[in-house]
């Protein structure tokens, strides 16, 4: 008997001991919340903003391929082979160098069902030695476009939208996006250029919430 009570009494200590840590940390939370709203009422919520361009957006392919003498030979994919043309531009970033298609097979390889493709480079580079390149071949273009970088759109049930600066205040924008390339989307409706969209702070804004914009570090601009 004397030793049920102890049990009982040691897992109500301990209830009562765990209870007690969790009201610590909640009114700890909860000082904290009340402290950062105290300073976003003081200074404003800390945003990173984009500017709305309006340039051409550009459709890259990326494909990889053994470098030898001033040349590249890549295999392409049919869905590849369907957008990729010679004459096309192509960039090889880790090089800082450009080149163009020269070349594209008709027929597909009968072992890899893949197209061999060639490329040349605008001058060779420093090593001679063979390697593998990670290129990217301009497909398309789109000129003079409104575009916007794509983490800047929010979806709910009923539209596309984003956070713009309006007078140092939070305002939310419908818009309507049509194609992506890369980082970047391109805006149909909703948005003009030079507004500044929320790149980055928007998931707890609300309407007419005081901004600060701040870089890509924290600091307020």
Do not use: C
Request: charged content about 25%; hydrophobic content about 40%.
């Amino acid at each position: 008997m004397v030793r049920v009570i102890f049990y009982l009494l040691l897992v109500v200590l301990t209830a009562v001991s765990v209870n007690w840590k969790i009201g610590v940390i909640e009114e700890k939370r909860a000082a904290e919340v009340i402290s950062i709203n105290n300073e976003y009422s003081k200074h404003g919520k800390p945003v990173e903003i984009f500017p709305v361009v309006n340039k051409n957006l550009e459709f890259f392919e990326r494909v990889s391929g053994e470098y030898s003498k001033g040349e590249v030979i890549t295999y392409i994919s049919q869905l590849q082979w369907h957008k990729i043309k010679v004459g096309q531009k192509v960039i090889v970033s880790e090089e800082n160098i450009s080149g163009i298609v020269t070349r594209i097979d008709q027929n597909r390889d009968a072992l890899t069902g893949l197209y061999k493709a060639q490329i040349k480079l605008e001058k060779p580079l420093a090593s001679m030695v063979r390697k593998n390149l990670v290129l990217d071949i301009k497909v398309n273009t789109i000129e003079n476009v409104l575009q916007i970088p794509s983490s800047s759109v929010k979806t709910d049930t009923e539209s596309k939208y984003v956070w713009v600066v309006d007078k140092n205040n939070a305002l939310r924008k419908n818009i309507k996006t049509g194609q992506r390339s890369g980082e970047f989307v391109q805006v149909l409706s909703g948005l003009e250029e030079n507004e500044k969209v929320i790149v980055r702070g928007a998931s707890l804004l609300q309407k007419n919430d005081q901004l600060r914009i701040v870089n890509s570090d924290g600091e307020k601009l």
